[in-house]
């Protein structure tokens, strides 16, 4: 086992000057939001020094540190970007006001857990279930909603960090990794101000892509299963698990594993006496709740064009044009299956979550969330792609904008154009790590 340069010693000291100072930090932003009282910044409190604490403790036995002065610069700007959220978590968007705060006071009015008997809302049964855990706490919901999101930020940071440990032994881009996902403008603007989740299906999807690659086929199938269960944007990634099945990464009888992690998933409303089948077909009920627009301040495809003619057929050639992409990337896999590194898994992994909503219609403004996650790790692993996260960032932030703005910066097709040159840059990525059968990661 590889020795940690940051002794014990040395880090408890550390951990014990910080945890003080930055105790007196979140108490003094948690007291100055609109809503709180005592109980209410020490809750948040205890909640965001803890999950500092616990992370701070796994990147150091991560070995992650080169050094006392790397230590305390990551002490910093991980506080720092703590704090960050934390001075946001006031804000209030109509997607609160219209759909979390009414599931909320419908779940506290009907009794908590009991409320999961009922149809509520459009979002699977797990973030329910959070909804109704929260129910029990005097704490306005808002601000344990956006802390929900903002514990999976980190989650989902130190998990891509994990992602780049299997391609580089250097320590200090695992690191980077961490902060620079913390920094993603998306993943800020996201739970901390939005107050929107897609940190916790994204961190989860992570998480299955790690173990995946690692050779972990259960856990892998496990968590992409939890990540599924939450939203039903992981189906961008779920075509890789085609390929880590080519690859011989997982086997035919682990992915029996995913309909019972997501039948447990499901466990709290059917136990509230909702029906199973209701439960297990939540999405399919969904659909119709879809709408007919093929674009909401997405940039894709549909973003070049403010009207279409024939919007079915438009729309079904979109799908084609997504379904068409994967049995490329299959094919193409397939082919070259004596290739088909952790390289030219983690490029597959980027084209499906870049690719997917890039070609189907009704998609939203934060649907290339992991998109935008993915292309950071991308970046630290392989310089030469650095320009891509900005491309990425750049797009997703049009959308952003325009839901929090409610007006354009800019036409959604710049973001599209953005996209495009990304998507064509990850498929000369894809083809280039199909041509050699070097082990291209530290995993293999």
């Known amino acids: 086992m590889m020795k940690n340069p940051i002794s014990e010693k040395t880090f408890i000291y550390t951990l014990s000057v910080f945890i003080p100072l930055f105790t007196a930090s979140v108490f003094l932003f948690a007291l100055g939001l609109r809503e709180t009282g005592f109980f209410s910044a020490a809750l948040v409190t205890a909640v965001v020094v803890l999950l500092a604490a ?56 009907h009794g908590g857990f009991r409320a999961l008997s009922d149809q509520i809302g459009n979002y699977n ?11 029990y706490i005097p704490v306005t919901g808002l601000y344990l ?18 992602l780049a440990s299997l391609y580089t032994s250097n320590r200090t881009l695992h690191i980077a990794c961490f902060i620079l996902a913390l920094v993603l403008p998306t993943s800020i603007l996201n739970g901390a101000l939005w107050g929107q989740c897609d940190s916790v299906y994204t961190a989860f999807a992570v998480i299955a892509l790690y173990y995946g690659l690692k050779g972990r086929p259960v856990l892998s199938v496990s968590a992409i299963a939890v ?5 039903l944007q992981a189906v961008f990634i779920l075509p890789l698990f085609l390929l880590f099945l080519i690859s011989g990464k997982i086997k035919l009888r682990h992915l029996l594993v995913f309909p019972a992690v997501f039948f447990a998933c499901n466990l709290p409303a059917i136990l509230a006496g909702r029906p199973v089948w209701d439960c297990l077909t939540i999405y399919f009920n969904q659909l119709d709740t879809v709408g007919s627009g093929l674009n909401y301040n997405s940039p894709s495809v549909y973003s070049l064009f403010n009207y279409y003619h024939n919007a079915v057929f438009a729309a079904k050639l979109g799908i084609i ?31 499906f979550v870049v690719g997917i909503p890039l070609f189907l219609p009704h998609m939203h403004d934060r649907y290339f969330y992991m998109a935008d996650v993915l292309l950071v790790l991308l970046a630290v692993i392989h310089p030469v792609y650095a320009p891509l996260p900005f491309f990425g960032s750049f797009a997703s932030l049009l959308g952003y904008h325009a839901y929090l703005k409610m007006r354009y ?36």
Not at 74 to 97: C, K, M, Q, S
Not at 125 to 135: E, H, N, V
Not at 227 to 231: C, G, M, P, T, V
């Open 227 to 231: 990540s599924f269960s939450f939203k």
């Open 321 to 351: 044009a997504a379904f068409t992409l994967c049995a490329v990337v299959f094919l193409l896999a397939f082919y070259k299956r004596r290739n088909l590194n952790n390289t030219a898994l983690l490029a597959a992994a980027l084209i």
């Open 145 to 162: 909603i956006k802390l929900f999101s903002v514990i999976f930020d980190v989650v989902l940071a130190f998990y891509l960090m994990k």
């Open 54 to 109: 616990v992370f701070l403790i796994a990147l150091w036995r991560s070995n992650c540190f080169l050094s006392p002065q790397a230590l305390i610069v990551t002490v910093i700007a991980f506080a720092g970007l703590l704090l960050l959220r934390l001075a946001l978590f006031d804000h209030i968007t109509l997607d609160y006001e219209n759909f979390l705060k009414p599931w909320l006071e419908h779940i506290k009015s």
């Open 409 to 444: 910066f800019l036409p959604m097709r710049y973001g599209f154009l953005a996209l495009a040159i990304v998507f064509a840059a990850l498929f000369i990525f894809f083809i280039k790590s199909l041509k050699t059968t070097a082990h291209t990661s530290l995993s293999e």
């Open 125 to 135: 049964i797990p973030y329910l279930a959070f909804l109704a855990f929260i129910s």
